[in-house]
């Protein structure tokens, strides 16, 4: 039995010396030590040996299987470095290559466009204000110089909402802002000049159409200061009509009436297509069939809507306008959207473009 154990330590040895993979070293340790392997074999004739005998074999067996034991791991260790170590020539990752970019989104088109027009107003001295989008009927009418019931009102049919309040100046109804002009008074109010505010923010009126949304933004212009007067209005809107729209683009006034300024007019933007000629190559232009875009309103403020918010007429002077962020962004060149409402669909394929 010495014999045979003796023979098993050396023929584990020698198999496990030349074993060249993890899977055969699997094999040989239950080959030989697994509970069903040759060691325990050998083992089943200890209960034939004599009591002398039996704890010398025995002793004898446990040091060939720790023996085994230590062997295995030696070479499961080699083999496992080796392993790695090839892996390093086969399967290298290159720590230059560019890695995967994530998808990325962007800002949509509204706000590129009111983060432009922001821009092209501060640098003439304008600051951003936002007032509140549901607001007193006070600001959003009265104080633009349009009495409850005036017939004016119905040009911006609106949402009302019901609300209370002991303040003399808000009582009657909340509305959901129909255009951003409830901004003046507001601005106004704080008595501080020169007041050059550009107010943008959310409106609401009762349309859907190709041009028209339900919610849509605007931009409100207000110059209130002393001595503030018509040529200062032609300037900053051919100013406006340059920086947004390009090199060469001017801007034309109409007169027109708005309750809360006087004299009023309408704006248009001379256009891209046809240079303000109407014609391209003999035909009636497509884009603006007559030279020019019609883009908003604007005006040298009422005195009633500056004594509306305790502002002396005879001092002060001022000029404003107001139209849709969402108009100017679909005219731009580029842009030329047909239809207001894509921009409201999130199409993240429509949006992508721009
Ligand atoms: N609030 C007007 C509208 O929504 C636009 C407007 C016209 C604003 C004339 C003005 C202005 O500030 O002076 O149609």
């Not at 050396?10 to 340790?29: M, N, R």
């Not at 017939?151 to 808000?170: I, L």
């Amino acid at each position: 039995m010495k014999d045979q154990l003796e023979a098993l330590r050396l023929q584990i040895a020698k198999d496990i010396g030349s074993a060249e993979t993890l899977e055969v070293l699997d094999e040989l340790e239950i080959k030989y030590l697994g509970r069903k392997g040759e060691l325990t074999a050998i083992l089943k004739g200890l209960a034939t040996v004599s009591a002398e005998d039996r704890p010398v074999l025995g002793a004898l067996a446990n040091e060939v299987k720790q023996a085994g034991m230590d062997l295995l791991e030696r070479r499961r260790n080699e083999l496992s470095s080796s392993k790695f170590a090839a892996l390093a020539d086969t399967e290298r990752a290159d720590m230059t290559e560019p890695g995967k970019r994530p998808v990325e989104g962007h800002l949509h088109l509204v706000t590129q466009t009111i983060r432009e027009i922001t821009d092209i107003f501060e640098k003439i001295g304008f600051y951003r204000t936002r007032y509140p989008e549901i607001d007193w009927d006070w600001y959003a009418f009265e104080s633009l110089n349009m009495p409850p019931d005036h017939p004016a009102r119905d040009d911006w049919e609106t949402f009302f909402m019901d609300a209370v309040s002991s303040d003399a100046k808000k009582q009657g109804r909340m509305v959901l802002t129909p255009h951003t002009s409830n901004g003046q008074a507001h601005e106004l109010e704080r008595h501080e000049f020169p007041v050059r505010m550009l107010g943008i923010g959310k409106c609401y009126r009762r349309q859907s159409d190709a041009t028209h949304a339900p919610m849509f933004h605007q931009f409100e212009g207000l110059y209130v200061d002393e001595g503030v007067n018509l040529s200062h209005l032609r300037g900053i809107l051919d100013y406006f009509a340059e920086q947004f729209f390009g090199k060469g683009r001017v801007s034309r006034i109409r007169p027109h009436h708005f309750r809360f300024t006087e004299p009023s007019f309408e704006v248009d933007i001379s256009c891209g297509i046809c240079g303000a000629t109407g014609v391209v190559n003999g035909q009636k232009c497509k884009i603006c069939k007559q030279g020019w875009l019609e883009i908003g309103g604007a005006g040298m403020v009422h005195p009633n809507v500056l004594m509306a918010s305790g502002v002396d007429p005879k001092k002060y002077s001022g000029l404003a306008f107001g139209w849709g962020i969402e108009r100017v962004a679909m005219m731009k060149e580029g842009t030329q959207l047909d239809d207001i409402r894509i921009l409201y669909q999130n199409d993240v394929r429509f949006l992508k473009q721009f």
